[in-house]
């Protein structure tokens, strides 16, 4: 299992500023991974933080908006930069440990853009 | 075709009822199979693991179908408190995509 500590788990921000979200393992993982959730919506998968590199975007997502930290295996935050209304979401962190095992997540932040 | 559709629902049933959930996924090299549970602003939760041979947890049953590449949730006598979004997801076979792929969710709410 892993036991994960995300934070802050809510925030309402002014447009056109920043707000940096961390997301603390217990344990080392290889793999984490930043989700954005809509309300009424899917998950949708931000990216993969890689540790030591820069993270992998999915289609959609970008660095300069969404830049990730990784600095080691149990640590990571994502940014959500020069925010707007629409940014308004449930931004959560998962960790994965591979192919036959569950996938475990963070509280949430539930952000909403002003 | 997305990888793990769900359908969305609402599913709106009594206290009591059995209903059932089914999500197809359209990888058939997929590994391994879960239901997650999700509460209104709440994180996703493990339900239950999917195993070939289909499981049994109390008032819920999961069931695999490889040849239809689809799986299912079962649950039976529901209670409010099942009111929730199950999630289906599908882990890779570990080769190429190493990231599990989540269904969109099916809403279930169940009244007095």
């Known amino acids: 299992s892993a036991v994960i500590s995300q934070k802050p788990s809510r925030d309402i921000c002014q447009r056109g500023t920043s707000l940096t979200i961390q997301c603390q393992v217990d344990?080392?993982?290889?793999?984490m991974f930043w989700y954005r959730q809509q309300p009424g919506q899917s998950l949708t998968l931000i990216a993969t933080a890689n540790q030591g590199s820069e993270a992998t975007y999915e289609s959609g997502f970008v660095i300069d908006k969404f830049p990730i930290s990784r600095p080691n295996l149990t640590f990571s935050t994502l940014t959500v930069s020069n925010m707007s209304p629409e940014d308004s979401s449930i931004y959560l962190c998962?960790?994965?440990?591979?192919?036959?095992?569950?996938?475990?997540f963070g509280q949430g932040t539930r952000l909403t853009v002003v | 075709r997305k990888e793990v559709e769900q359908d969305p629902g609402p599913f709106n049933v009594p206290e009591g009822a059995t209903v059932a959930f089914n999500c197809t996924y359209s990888?058939?090299?997929?590994?391994?199979f879960f239901w997650y549970r999700q509460d209104c602003r709440k994180e996703p939760k493990l339900l239950m693991s999917?195993?070939?041979s289909g499981n049994e947890d109390g008032r819920f049953t999961a069931q695999l179908n490889r040849a239809s590449q689809y799986i299912s949730l079962l649950i039976r006598d529901s209670k409010l408190s099942d009111s929730a979004t199950y999630l289906c997801?599908?882990?890779?076979?570990?080769?190429?995509?190493?990231?599990?792929?989540f269904g969109r969710g099916t809403s279930l709410i169940v009244h007095p």
């Open positions: 999917v195993y070939s």
């Open positions: 344990s080392q993982v290889t793999m």
């Open positions: 998962s960790v994965y440990r591979g192919t036959y095992t569950e996938a475990f």
């Open positions: 990888n058939s090299a997929s590994q391994s």
């Open positions: 997801v599908v882990n890779p076979e570990g080769g190429g995509s190493y990231i599990p792929t």
